[in-house]
């Protein structure tokens, strides 16, 4: 395969951390499968995990509260594995959304040495009709 040209010339830089909460019922290690996910949700914004970018992906749960003064063990109720399914999926997309409402907020910004970067609003007038319109043209409610 031939690698692109463009992506010769600007290789992939910087890092993003994704943190995901949930209410959800989940152990350690079912937040940890969760966190893997993130990295789908990474991917569908063309991101690529590059070498030495340093991305992490950490998931917590608040779906638990332990008492200080407890003096018994309280075993928790978990989600079943296989009932993860939807979660796993609404991580990804909670990611993919996140990164894509954070490029549509940035703002023009000039940096060091008079360097510009143009917000996607800016590049691209028509953008705002083009994320809150269908392949139709019919407006998007969420």
């Known amino acids: 395969r031939r690698a692109d040209a463009h992506a010769q010339a600007m290789p992939e830089q910087g890092s993003i951390i994704l943190l995901l909460a949930t209410d959800a019922p989940l152990d350690a290690r079912q937040l940890s499968r969760l966190a893997r996910r993130a990295g789908a949700g990474l991917a569908r914004t063309g991101s ?12 917590f749960s608040t779906a638990y509260t332990i008492a200080h003064d407890a ?3 309280a075993l928790p ?3 079943a594995d296989a009932a993860l399914d939807p979660l796993f999926m609404a991580a990804a997309e909670s990611v993919e959304h996140a ?5 549509l907020q940035a703002v023009t910004v000039t940096g060091r040495d008079g360097h510009v970067r143009q917000s996607l609003r800016d590049a691209v007038p028509d953008l705002d009709r083009l994320f809150n319109e269908d392949n139709a043209g019919h407006p998007i409610h969420s």
């Open 71 to 73: 003096s018994t063990v």
């Open 77 to 79: 109720a978990l989600v």
């Open 99 to 103: 990164i894509a409402d954070a490029l």
């Open 48 to 59: 690529v995990y590059g070498h030495g970018s340093g991305d992490i992906a950490l998931a």
